[in-house]
RNA sequence: GGGGCCAUAGCUCAAUUGGGAGAGCGCUGCUUUUGCAAGGCAGAGGUUAGGGGUUCGAUCCCCCUUGGCUCCA
């Protein structure tokens, strides 16, 4: 029976059965906190299990698509493990029970007409304890009693060894189904878990029965599909053999069953499986989390790639025969298949660069070894390398084998252990912690939320609560002077120090979706309080903040008076974000999804899947289009209504969200729908100017724009014609030559520093720059103009008037002391050398060279060994007011008789106050005391006379 | 969120208690050759990521910022 065959078969059986048939969840359910992916069927029905929702039905079947990594060793070694795989399941809420799920089972399994799977090939287990599940298998299925095993809680209890170990919470035994074929090792192909304790506490009498009990099943679906298939290994099944076939062709090696490169074939395969699906939730490789799981599978079996011989990408070019196998459940996977094989390329790429690099670090660690005459490559020598620069252990231990060296495996998971603990451990907070709010929540519910219509409203006060986290506690009332922080706010005052109020009704938004709190104002009789953030605490909305005023009660009526202007400034960010959002996708393409936002006061940032930087032309043209929908002035409204209505209609849904039903759907004109709870304008004309700020990377695989609107994005504007008024004043030039002056200026220092430093006359022609001629005044203009004068730079385009300002000075500088050398006269070895003296043979040279460069007096020093084989020169120069640098070279000829021009330095050097050394060749030092330089010039000539002498 | 590492010519990378910034490839020009992927000669190209500190002196030591790599959770 075919693998899609096997999952339409068991949903239609449990239709049958009376099941509503469920699609699969997402792999990656950023809804979900608790995990990274999705690990099992039952994990999009938790809160259908805890009753934490209104049921529409009560009975499920899904084939549910997980990712597990706890295995992830054995992947490829055993016949039945992955990381990913296919989930058949069915789930009871609170309605049948254990007889109707054994028996179910059984039908399913046995009965020609589904499985037909013969009978005498079934075994069961069920928990020790349960006699209800033993009975139903002897009695109505009729089991032998031999063929119902009795198992531990370890075994057959859910989770593993609850009743003993724990958890508290819901959990209770499971029965489990095993296929034995006609050779090898039976294989349990479906666990029946029936959720009806609470534990509460350890045994005994700890497990308390449920009123409501679950079924919660979960039948492999490769695995069965093997059983069915009568293949030895799930790899060999039909939906996942062309892949392994596809890697081994990629690979270019024979696949065979039981051989290295036949485990190292199908662990590929699992993980471009894994890859594939991952990606095409736009979950990228990358540092972190779910993001890091995924470059550790895709890196893993590029490694072995790598050890069959790859040196270059090959991975993605399954995508295809992934997206073939899988296409006929998943039908999507082949409408991003492109874009996740390029993803999957560049990774593959970047770790091939790291193997390369990781190869020369192992190379120069075997050499350390060579050295010290060591034969087995430490682990901690490998952890540290795998820690720091991603050398993966395999790939050493391999080049070590070749070597003849042994490999220290214990001693590199005992180093990874270390670094483990090292990088900080899981930070435990306290679950289901009772605070002042909950008690709150369970007499309020919630709060009614009325600020999409109004920011004033009549309220009455639910609850007051002051105190620090672990310490806070509801009061009945509070005045001025038991306010903690009354008066003028602190600045920087922790917003823990602030009482929180809650409502029963209120105009003020809570943080949530991105969007700031509101902030402002709660009067009532005789006081005031000021609101400075609101926040989202389940269903209730807490104002944060200080009574200024009187006393505040449980009970008082207040007037609720948000920031009506900063208000206003969200609004026109938020619109703008879904402006911008929809411009993305536009430039760059429907993969551009929203990551994550932050939406203040005419402020935000918008984080998206992006692979590369966005080009400069692509931002602007994302900026114009922005602008374009502002001008066009499109209606903005918002409905409530069903969620799959929403989808029909269009509605950007990010993956791994999880949208309540009914939904809100903000709509811009035609072009943008979003589910959004946030606050909005009108009309997008109300968005005023827009300004992309900024550009940039915040992890592999996601870019962040910082953009403004309104006032903000004005000011902004402002302070860019500021400063080119600013930079081009400095300058004298027009604001459209900026870019032109400011080459001239940077082409003028280097030309400064080039004759100081080469002891010529300065080459001062204007630098005829090739700057794009910007037309007009028009604010886009000024950016541009700024930008390219800030690119020249390299500095912020806020930062190019200062930058003009310090680079003008040092030119100045410079000219002075060029001056300062062309009045000192001709400068040149000969020049020098005629005023040398000779000291027993030798040209000795000793000279104050003022405004010369120390660079300039190596040159000379050169240049006068060349010309007289025996000498010995000294040159000194003053530099600003407090500092002598001085410079001293030895002749070959005069080295091999054992001067030094390191100790002919030192005393001269102390003369004025500092000290130096350097090489017998050549030396250099420097002092703080130029008024003392004439007699260090004497220290020196008396100095080198002495060692000549010696 | 935390640990480790890196940033030097267009590219890949050197530079030893802190003392003169280099190589290979690429580029430009000349030359050799029937021609060329080649050979020979010459040359250009650097705020050593940015900022601060220690020092007579910092690519090197310390601190901060930015960017990148890598591992752990």
Redesign the pocket.
Known sequence: MKTDELREKYLEFFVSKGHRRVASDVLVPTWDPSVLFTPAGMNQFKDHFLGKIKLEFTRATSCQKCLRTGDIENVGRTAYHHTFFEMLGNFSFGDYFKREAINWAWEFLTDKKWLGIDPSRLTVTVYKDDDEAAGIWAKDIGLKVDRIERCDEDENFWPASAPSQGPDGVCGPCSEIYFHPDQGKSVEIWNLVFTQFNRVGDPPNNLRPLPSKNIDTGMGLERTAATLQGVPTNYHIDTLFPIVQAAAEVCGVKYELDSDNGRRCRRITDHVRACTFAIHENVYPG???EK?VV??LL?RAVLDGHQMGLHEPFLHKLVPAVVAAMKGPYPELAETAKRVASVIEKEEA??FG?ID?GLNRIERAFDDMRKDNRTRVEGAVAAEL?????VPPELFESLAAEHNLAFDWEGYGKS?EE??E???K?QHTVMGAKGPIDSLKHALHSTEFLGYDTTVADAVVKGIITGKAPNDHLVDKLDEAMSASRGVPAPGAQVTDAVRVILDRTPFYGESGGQVGDVGKLVGDGFEFEVIDTQKDGALIVHIGHLRQGTIREGAKVRATVDDARRDAIRRAHSATHILHYALQKNLGSHAQQQGSKVTDDELRFDFTNLSPVESAQLAAIAKDVVERVAAGAPVKWETLPLADARKQGAMMLFGEKYPDPVRMVSMGDFSRELCGGVHLTNTGEVGAFEILSE??VS?GTRRIIALTGKKATDYRARIEAEVKRASEKLGVAGYDLPHAVEALIEKRRELKRALEAGVKPNLVAAQATVKKVAGDTAESMKSILGEAARRM?VGLLGVAERIEAMASEVESLGQRLAQREAAGPLSADSLLEKATTEGGVTVVVADLPGVEP?LM??LI?QIRQKQPLSAVLLATTQGED?V?LVAGISKQLQERGLSAGKWIGPV?AAVG??????P????????DPAKLPAALEVANRTIAEMLKA
């Open positions: 540092p972190q989390k890091y470059k550790r890196r970047n770790f790291t690099a795998y820690q720091t620069y991603g990874m670094h483990g090292a990088s900080g899981v940039e990377g592999a390299s660079n190596r040159q050169d500092k640098t050097a500092g000290g130096g050394g350097g090489r060749d050549l030396a250099q030092a420097g002092g703080k």
